[in-house]
């Protein structure tokens, strides 16, 4: 394949993994506000144990027994125990419990402002004033979740206590998974450590919520929506994404998978029929702006992250 070819290709499988995530946001409302009886801890236990089901049975057929590698280090064990349950469960749960408390548009922006929070983490860590862009969009961000949480009434907050906690909460989760798998993901692959990191997720939020304790009243359109999330919105997104890391580099691909909240933004309103007024749409735009302004001037080299 030609570079003009690779270079086509991962940027259309990373705009695909973007928008088949943002599809599944809407798909999890669809199915929260169907079946009240489904949480997002069932959720979230179910779609990690399927997914991560699929996936071992892709990287054992292609892979083998080097596979299992990341066993072999007692510390890289470990830290892939923390990463599973801070990180890859933590973003999942609280994604989840975010669209249940308010919608998946809001939810998906709302956890975009880790960018932000990595980038002060960052600038705290190295002990190094954040760049002016990366100041500009911290202001961006705080306005945004301003706007959003009271449509720019000070004193009104439009937005429930419940969905702006877990909408914060799902953006430090966020951010978590984008720092703490660094160095396993130095040493091994991408693919292999999102695979155990779901499965290891799954097991310990099954002791919560089992994900065989299917809720009451599921009919075959909730199904659908299950499966929907689990192929299409994990599967295959994942899939895309990390193909399109290996085309065309982790800095463009995290930048073209930033159409997410857009997509899910746009999918709302396309099938649910989702309302925003201007203040909200203000917000919208100022949180998705600073993954812009975060992208100037990042470096190229930038180290591969798992997403939501």
């Known amino acids: 394949m030609s570079t003009k070819n690779k270079f086509f290709f991962g940027s259309v499988l990373a705009f695909i993994g973007a928008v088949l995530w943002g599809l599944s946001g809407v798909n999890s409302q669809i199915l929260f506000q169907s079946n009240p009886n489904v949480d997002a801890g069932w959720l979230t236990s179910t779609r990690l144990l399927s997914s991560g089901l699929i996936i071992l049975i892709i990287c ?11 066993f072999k280090n007692k510390n890289d064990v470990v830290r892939l125990i923390i990463y599973s349950i801070l990180g890859i469960a933590g973003v999942q749960f609280t994604y989840f419990a975010t669209i249940k408390a308010s919608n998946a548009a809001t939810a998906t922006v709302i956890q975009y402002i880790s960018p932000v929070m990595v980038a002060v983490y960052t600038a705290l ?6 760049k002016p862009t990366e100041s500009l969009a911290v202001i961006f961000a705080v306005a945004g979740v301003f706007l959003i949480a009271t449509r720019g009434k000070i004193g ?50 099954s002791i919560v919520f089992p994900p065989f304790d299917v809720p009451s009243g599921l009919d075959k359109i909730a199904f659908i929506n299950l499966g ?74 930038r180290k591969k992250s798992i997403s939501e």
């Open 60 to 70: 054992l057929i292609r892979d083998g027994k080097k596979l299992f590698s990341i």
């Open 156 to 205: 009104n907050l439009s937005l429930s206590p419940q969905a702006l906690f877990w909408g914060i909460l799902s953006a430090v989760a966020m951010s978590i998974n984008t720092v703490f798998p660094e160095n396993l993901l130095k040493k091994y692959s991408a693919i292999h450590v999102l695979c155990f990191s779901m499965l290891i997720g799954a097991v310990v939020l």
């Open 125 to 130: 860590r190295t002990k190094k004033l954040p």
């Open 228 to 301: 929907t999330i689990v192929i299409g919105g994990t599967v295959i997104a994942f899939l895309a994404y990390l193909i399109g890391i290996k085309y065309i580099g982790p800095a463009l691909t995290i930048l073209i998978a930033s159409v997410e909240p857009l997509s899910a933004a746009v999918f709302s309103v396309i099938i649910l029929k989702s309302q925003f007024e201007g203040m909200e749409l203000l917000g919208f735009a100022l949180i998705i702006s600073t993954l812009v302004l975060l992208s100037v001037g990042s470096n190229p080299k």
